[in-house]
């Protein structure tokens, strides 16, 4: 199997995309616990799941952005 130069580009693409969603995603998990925590909650689901979640958040869009991104610069250019 070879690897194209365009869908190295995509992978690079969606990694950085993937990035910049994990950072949203992580941002927001942590505004919603600290929200909880404050309305003087134990952190709600956020806390209680919070490793589960963090995987799921850094592995999808880490993970499977550069590979949507190999695959679909990959059929774009030929």
Same mark, same amino acid.
């Given at each position: 199997? %070879?690897? %194209?130069? #365009?869908?190295?580009i995509? $992978?690079?693409?969606? =990694?950085?995309?993937?990035? =910049?969603?994990?950072? !949203?995603?992580?941002?927001? =998990?942590? #505004?919603?616990? @600290?929200?909880?925590?404050q @309305?003087?909650?134990?952190?709600? $689901? /956020?806390?209680?799941?919070?490793?589960?979640?963090? *995987?799921?958040?850094?592995? *999808?869009?880490?993970?499977?952005?550069p *590979? !949507?991104?190999?695959? #679909?610069? %990959?059929? =774009? /250019?030929?």
């Open positions: 199997m %070879s690897i %194209s130069l #365009a869908g190295v995509g $992978a690079a693409v969606g =990694l950085y995309v993937g990035w =910049l969603d994990w950072k !949203i995603l992580k941002g927001m =998990l942590q #505004a919603m616990e @600290a929200k909880n925590r @309305a003087g909650g134990d952190g709600g $689901a /956020a806390a209680r799941y919070k490793t589960l979640l963090g *995987v799921v958040i850094f592995g *999808v869009p880490v993970i499977g952005f *590979v !949507i991104g190999y695959w #679909a610069a %990959s059929q =774009l /250019a030929g």
